[in-house]
């Protein structure tokens, strides 16, 4: 497959391992955040640890849309879907993740609702042209990568005047969780989480570019390189890393140079900032509330807001006390720490968001390696 | 409703469509039971309930699919299928048009199999309680002597082939049945494999498993297979045959080839000293040309299936999990 094969080549990936091997310093350590769960998945999914040095330790960030968004917006979402009137849209990998009563949208269109999945915003707007007897709400999560569209059918249901359709917005944006991370307790002060660079990723800065991440690079001294998900893109970024290191330099740079640039998708961007706004704060899942790491939709465009529409009230409820989702999720225990994974917690029975979602770390340490201990940073290293 | 409810309209709808299209002399007999001369040795029967959004797709329709499913279970099970029975499930409403198209591609693929349907039933359900149209089919057939084939079967150091290209069916469903339109020509693997399993047991009688790789595709198949026979199971990515077409539209959606589904694929273990002998038996055979041999059976008591990848790392190639569903991004 052209564009894609030329990333997967193995021969290239031993050469660009042995490179890696060759360049590592021997006494030193090296942890890097891969903060997006698709970045996870890829690492997973074509063995990278196998061909890594031992001292090269990657670290699972909380960049899955789905394993961050908090309990009480699942419970949201099936409450939205139980009402007789409404169709509720979303992406697939969502469909699968647990509320607080035992519930999913999976079980909810069990039991009668109608939840659709869509493979993308406009096929929301559609099914709302097609049913206009109801009240159509899109259920929009994701990072910035996933923003742009929601924009886009909002303003054309704007333009429409259609008037069964709203978008309960859940989108949440890279950096200020970058920032929440470097700013917690486990790097700050206590230094449990070792933290020496990150990949980041390459599809959110397709559309906001990679000066959002120079702010890291120089306020936290942390070297940032925006790496692509073929497993060759990982490795060339984890490289680029390790010699960012031994220089003792803290830069941005660009490994995606096929799609990224440093000012990003100016029109992308446009569209985005004409309908969203951030929100003070925001509740993630892990990460507890990050102050302006949400977008909501902006007055003009209230009437296909789900939230008002519908008075949607977002509780704030217990998590398993057992799961240790929210360590995972900001780096600070891998799966095999907790007590649940793979006992109690598989992906049959998932009780925590990173077990659900196939870009969570439970997810992915389960399907695709659960038969070894994966290569990742102790938290006592 | 009046065609399921045993009156004149229902004798009509037997007589008119499914005796005319299957034309055998079981069918023109009219009776509620097919008799037949039982072949001597050992016999194997297998059922299948056939339920596909949408009824016709590239390369196939829910009629074609209900006989091809069938006769594979019986070929899997080592057996030369010999008779079919077809039930029908329609809902009220469906356009007895469709049900004709169906029935005579039914019809078509049992002649071409060789293999009649002898005896049927409908019902007709309320608006609203099906999908338009349910197909269950029962298939019986005979084991040749000498032949036993069975998922608990596998040894350590057998190989593992398969007979063409995987993921097919599953993704030319996927690009009808969500509106997708991937822009290629992918076809529904779907075909009967008994003519393929004949020539294959005749070269190899001492296969070891035999296995279709339909709902929850390869994964699934090779781990079942390595469950039944406490092994482990071992496959190089490089050697999966995979098309691009499928390639790409699973890279599109984030779905993985080796869940997907296939009609008219199977998974034959054999022991290592006939595997080549075994691969051009395949090879030579119309429905098996792109054959290849994917892995072998490992000596473990963890029974995994673990996967070289075509990267140069290793991975689990586990279950799928509930319903394959694509990733956000």
Redo the contacts between chains.
Sequence with gaps: MKYVDEFRDGQRARQLAGAIAEEVEEERSYHFMEFCGGHTHAIFRYGVPDLLPENVHMVHGPGCPVCVLPMGRVDAAIDLARRPEVILCTYGDLLRVPGSRKSSLLQARAAGADVRMIYSAADSLQIARDNPDREVVFFAIGFETTTPPTAVVLKQAHAEGIENFSVACNHVLTPAAITHILESPEVRELGTLPLDGFIGPSHVSTVIGSAPYEFFAEEYEKPVVIGGFEPLDVLQAIRMLVRQVNAGRAEVENEFTRAVTRAGNRKAQALVADVFELRKQFEWRGLGTVPYSGLRIKEAYAAFDAERRFAVEVGRPRENQACLCPSVLRGVAKPTDCTLYGTTCTPDNPIGSCMVSSEGACAAYYAYGRTREPAVAPVDA | MAHGGGGRAMSRLIDELFAAAFDNEWMAAGNDAAAFTAPAGRMVMATDSHVVTPLFFPGGDIGALSVHGTLNDVAMGGGRPLYLSAGFVLEEGFPLADLKRIVDSMAAASREAGVPVVTGDTKVVEQGKADGVYINTTGVGVVPEGVTVGGNRARPGDRILVNGTLGDHGMAILSVR?D?GFGTDLQSDSAALHGLVAAMLEAVPGIRCLRDPTRGGLSATLNELAHQSEVGVRVRE?ELPVR?EV??AC?F??LDPLNAANEGKLVAVCPPESAEVLLETMRAHPLGRASAIIGEVADSD?P?V?ME????????V?WL???Q?????
């Design positions: 969500e997708l490089a691009e390639h790409a890279e959606l984030g963890r995994l673990e990848t075509a990267f140069g790392g290793t991975r689990l586990d999990h509930g319903e569903l694509p990733r956000i991004c």
